[in-house]
């Protein structure tokens, strides 16, 4: 078997352990995103996208901060050139970013310097660390995908910022691992929603946890818990209104059903080609996440609450 393929039947193996945890670390940067934009969340993105192009690209000798098209935004994210160019237009007028020529944008100037940056960097990464310590607690081995290529570090004044710079860059990817038929990004963040709340009861469960690791171990409905639209709303930071809508039309559509105290993913939407790529896709930009913290002192095996990255790295 090919070295492509041996890494592929790992990652099936531990689709859904994985899944567990690594979605909870998306949906938490997906409702810091609608948050802060009063639950916009393409102009998050859009400005996510900027933030990335501006960032000094970490290759030795170069110095000068990149820029990025309205074109190239909606290309990457997956949206019309119109949407792009109007949330664009928006960002301008609340002195997000600036235009260094007609088609061509940078994060506006001392918008990555404040101390509430920092501060957020800081957070993020002791989610981030948080996540990583609660995997290892439930037995899952880092070691087994250490060979993996890591993300590329961007360059940044402090290890934290360095670090949030990574973690921006996987949830810009994660649009590569999002299944076809889900049709948007908000479809795709309520259905992922669903599915991490209804999977819950296993994650702290090393028993469930193991029994129902792989992709071709799907739990029982008797081991997930109903998700609730208020509990979506909430892990989202959106309205109920907007997610009850879009729950009616996932029922219209087979995606999920009723049960007595709320919502469940239809298990077979889970078992499709689709859903396993996509599943392996996201923990495999994961863990190249993972690997790209080694460089800063950070090592998930032995890694502690208080850890704090190096920065040596820089």
């Known amino acids: 078997m090919s070295k492509a393929g041996a890494d592929s039947e790992l990652l099936h193996a531990h689709g859904r352990l994985l899944a567990r945890t690594v979605a909870h670390l998306m949906l938490d940067e997906i409702a810091r995103l609608t948050e802060k934009f009063d639950g916009d969340y393409i102009k998050a993105l859009v400005e996510l996208s900027i933030i990335q192009a501006t960032r000094l690209s970490g290759v030795a000798g170069a110095e000068n901060k990149r820029s990025i098209s ?4 909606g290309a990457s994210l997956g949206f019309s050139y119109e949407t792009g160019r109007r949330k664009v237009r928006e960002l301008e007028a609340e002195g997000h970013c600036v235009r260094v020529s007609p088609n061509r944008l940078v994060i506006a100037p001392g918008l990555l310097e404040t101390a509430d940056y920092e501060s957020e960097c800081e957070g993020r990464w002791r989610n981030l660390r948080s996540y990583v310590i609660e995997l290892r607690d439930i037995g899952f081995d880092f070691n087994k995908f250490s060979h993996l290529s890591p993300q590329i570090a ?7 910022r360095s670090i949030a710079g990574l973690m921006d860059d996987f949830i810009l990817r994660l649009g590569e691992a999002r299944i076809t038929n889900e049709e948007d990004t908000l479809n795709s963040n309520i259905i992922s929603a669903v599915m991490t709340l209804n999977g819950d009861p296993m994650r702290f469960d090393r028993e469930l946890t193991w029994t129902y690791a792989g992709g071709d171990t799907p739990p ?3 081991v ?15 309205t109920e209104d907007v997610v009850g809508r879009r729950m009616n039309m996932y029922l219209e559509r087979g995606w999920i059903r009723r049960v007595p105290g709320g919502y469940l993913f239809v298990m077979n939407q889970q078992l499709t080609p689709e859903a396993h790529k996509s599943r392996n896709l996201m923990n495999l930009r994961f863990l190249q996440l993972i690997q790209a913290l080694r460089p800063f002192g950070i090592d998930p095996v032995t890694v502690t609450t208080d850890d704090s990255p190096s920065p040596a790295a820089l």
């Not at 961007?154 to 934290?160: D, F, N, Y």
């Open 154 to 160: 961007v360059r940044a004044p402090t290890p934290q």
């Open 224 to 238: 997930r818990a109903p998700a609730t639209i208020a509990m979506v709303a909430r892990r989202l930071k959106l």
């Open 220 to 222: 029982p409905d008797s």
């Open 70 to 73: 309205v074109r190239a935004i």
